[in-house]
């Protein structure tokens, strides 16, 4: 669900890069808490990479809106991501009889996350795009995920009337369009909706 999204906009090689991170820093926190608890234990999973994407979305796309079963109102990005890491380290410092998950995983995942995230930030602004032309994609999808779209007055040669409507129009396609890649994914749009998608990043 978010690992397509992240690779759209960081690109194979960044969003690789990133998830074998992640996934192998999850391995040595594990192992070093182990080690200090003088716990012998087999760990298999990929729970952590996958806790680091999920953070990874949190941070990039802190205000898109996610439904969680059953719960029958949206949860913003940015709360899921601080609701399960707090929840992962209640259950970890829990130490329950017969919880054979790898928790301390998680956070590792998600902790080299921040840390790799930050340093991405901090040593190139444009981090977040493995394409150049997704730059104003993605300023546009968190800007249509902030807000309605603000009417806009142009000195064109139809009226500022029809110029607005249009605008208004154009931006509800693109959060329909959205909203369809949020619940079945990027595979599922059409060709034209696909087109609408890349000329609206390029305005």
């Not at 795009?129 to 104003?136: A, E, H, L, T, V």
């Amino acid at each position: 669900m978010f690992g397509r999204v992240l690779e759209n906009y960081w690109g194979s090689s960044r969003f690789f890069t990133y998830y074998m991170i992640t996934g192998i820093g999850a391995g040595l926190i594990q192992l070093g808490i182990c080690y200090f608890q003088n716990i012998y234990s087999i760990t298999i999973g990929a729970s952590g990479a996958v806790f680091g994407i999920l953070l990874a979305f949190g941070m990039i796309f802190p205000n898109v809106p996610l439904m969680i079963i059953p719960i029958p109102v949206p949860v913003k990005a940015k709360y899921l991501v601080i609701g399960y890491g707090l929840l992962e380290f209640v259950l970890g410092v829990s130490n329950r009889s017969g919880d054979n998950v790898a928790h301390f995983a998680h956070l590792g995942g998600m902790l080299f996350g921040i840390i790799l995230i930050l340093y991405w930030r901090k040593n190139n602004n444009n981090f977040l795009i493995g394409n150049p032309r997704n730059q104003s994609l993605i300023k546009k999808i968190t800007g249509f995920f902030r807000g309605k779209p603000k009417m806009m007055v142009r000195k064109r040669p139809d009226s500022d009337w029809d110029f607005n409507a249009r605008k208004v129009e154009e931006s509800k396609e693109i959060d329909r369009i959205l909203e369809k890649i949020k619940f079945s994914g990027y595979d599922s749009l059409s060709d034209n909706e696909k087109k609408k998608l890349f000329d609206a990043s390029k305005k």
